[in-house]
Structure formats: C-alpha cells, structure tokens
C-alpha cells in the first residue's frame, strides 16, 4: 500500500458518513428553501420568496435580535470567565484534580435536564431561588429577568469546557518566558497582560469561535427552561426555526431559509475572527 494514500483510507469511512448525513442535507438545505410548503407534503418552487418573507418578519428580527443579545453576553463572559477560571484551575492548590472535575460536571449533563433543574430552581412560586432570598422575583416571567437567567444558565453549562480549553493552552506557555519577565522585575499582572495573554491568543480564538457558534445555535436548554418565552423574549433563531419546521403550519421551506441565514451569519463571523487574529499576530 502506498504510504501516502493510508492515512486518507483510514479517514474515509468518516468522511462518508459525514458527508451522507451532514455535508448532503445541508447543500439539499439550501434548494428546500427555494421551495414554500403549507403542510410538509407537498412542495410550490418559491425563488426568494422564503427569504423576503423573513426580511419583512417581525418574529425572525425578534428571534435574531434577542440571538444576538443572548450570542453577544455569551461569548464575552464564557471568554473571560474561562480565562479567569483556568487560571484557578491552573494554580497549585490542594485538590485541584478534585475542583476541575467539578467545573467540568455540568458539561456533561444532559442539556434538557439542565433547563429543568434550573427551571424549577427559578420557578416564582416554588423556587430555590425565591425561596433563599425570601423574594417574589419573577425571573421566568420578565423578559429582561428570564434573558439573564438564559445567559446565566448557558455560562453555567458550558464554562467547564471552555475553562479546560484555556488551562491547556495555558499549560502549553514555556515556564521561561514567565521566568525571565520575573527576572526583569514584571509584576504579577504585567506577567500576564505581557506574556499570558499574547501566548495565548490562539487559545483564546478557539474559545471565542467555539463559543460563539454554540451561541447562536443554543436552543436545547433554553426550550425546556423558559419555552422561548416570556412572550418570545427568549425564543432565539434555532427556535425559530424549529417552530416552522415542525409546528403547524409546517413551513420547510422558511426553516430553511432561516438556518442558511443563520449558516451564512456564522461562516461570515467565523471568518472575520480568523483574519483578524491572522491581523494581528
């Protein structure tokens, strides 16, 4: 067998089946939402159509404004809670090993019980939340309350991750450079806003990209946590797009339309990121 044709035969079942089941339906996804359909079945070609009926949708600009909010608050806070929480992480004290297996926990439950759990902690009537602070606060029934506790809820479930992320580019950092700003006198703060935080911006890019896609596609915990509401307040693009796809009036070929909005949207981003770190590196 040729040496350089192996690697390729060992990557090709992969590479079948995701191309199968992800890069097909998603081409497929873009001539669907050429297509407009009232009831699932059966399909009228459409053009545009699709698209200039979410342009002039006021529910698709409220769903894409709060996933912007939502995406916005997101990415900042993930980015630099993770930052600070692998520094934790990353200093030597007892029972580390212990600690990072707790901030890791919530990343591997299940995201629709995660919005259950924290639905009844926030639930005004019964809720842990109330009920410790002796308060009536709507925080589910509030758009503005119920925006937050979404946010909140996302950082909870995701920092781990993020966090274990930056602790490995973070363990990458040679020791020396630390050891030779110290040599020239750099406090503790000028040791990583000079060295740390350069080193690692690559670190730092993947958190940002990772966090920001997970962003615009959250949709799991937030369905079973608020709905989408209080009155749309928190029904962001996946939602809206599930909503039209599987909720009567069955509307396909709008779905599609939304998610290749939504793709373009985070392939544009995406790229963006990419040439401003190449930018300024």
């Known amino acids: ?45 459409a053009g545009t159509g699709n698209y200039t009926e979410l342009v002039n949708s006021a529910d698709f600009w409220a769903a894409a404004r709060a996933t912007v909010i939502f995406a916005s608050c997101f990415v900042v806070l993930c980015t630099a809670a993770a930052v600070g929480l692998a520094l934790l992480l990353d200093a030597r004290l007892r029972g580390r090993g212990v600690f990072r297996a707790i901030v890791f926990l919530p990343v591997l439950l299940s995201p629709v019980v995660v919005g259950l759990i924290w639905g009844w902690i926030f639930d005004r009537r019964n809720g842990l939340a109330n009920t410790l602070l ?72 993947v958190v940002i990209i990772l966090s920001m896609i997970a962003g615009f596609q959250a949709f799991d915990f937030i369905w079973t946590l608020t709905g989408g509401g209080p009155v749309g307040a928190t029904t962001l693009m996946v939602q809206y797009i599930y909503q039209n796809a599987f909720q009567s009036p069955i509307r396909y070929g709008l779905a599609a339309a939304g998610s290749v909005i939504l793709f373009c949207t985070l392939f544009g981003l995406t790229l963006l990121n990419v040439l401003n770190d190449r930018r300024h590196a």
Do not use: C, E, K
Not at 32 to 41: A, H, L, P
Not at 139 to 161: E, K, P, S, Y
């Open 134 to 205: 002796g308060a009536d606060i709507p925080w589910l029934v509030d758009g503005r309350l119920a925006m937050a506790v979404v946010i909140f809820v996302g950082l909870w479930t995701h920092l781990g991750f993020y966090a274990l992320i930056i602790l490995a580019g973070l363990q990458g950092i040679d020791p020396n450079h630390h050891a030779a700003a110290m040599i020239d006198g750099a406090s503790a703060w000028q040791r990583f806003r000079y060295v740390t935080l350069p080193l690692l911006r690559p670190t730092t890019l």
């Open 1 to 45: 067998m040729n040496i350089t044709l192996a690697p390729y035969l060992f990557v090709l079942p992969n590479m079948l089946i995701f191309g199968i089941f992800t890069i097909w339906p998603a081409i497929n996804n873009v001539t669907i939402s050429m297509y407009d359909s009232t009831n699932g079945r059966t399909f009228t070609y």
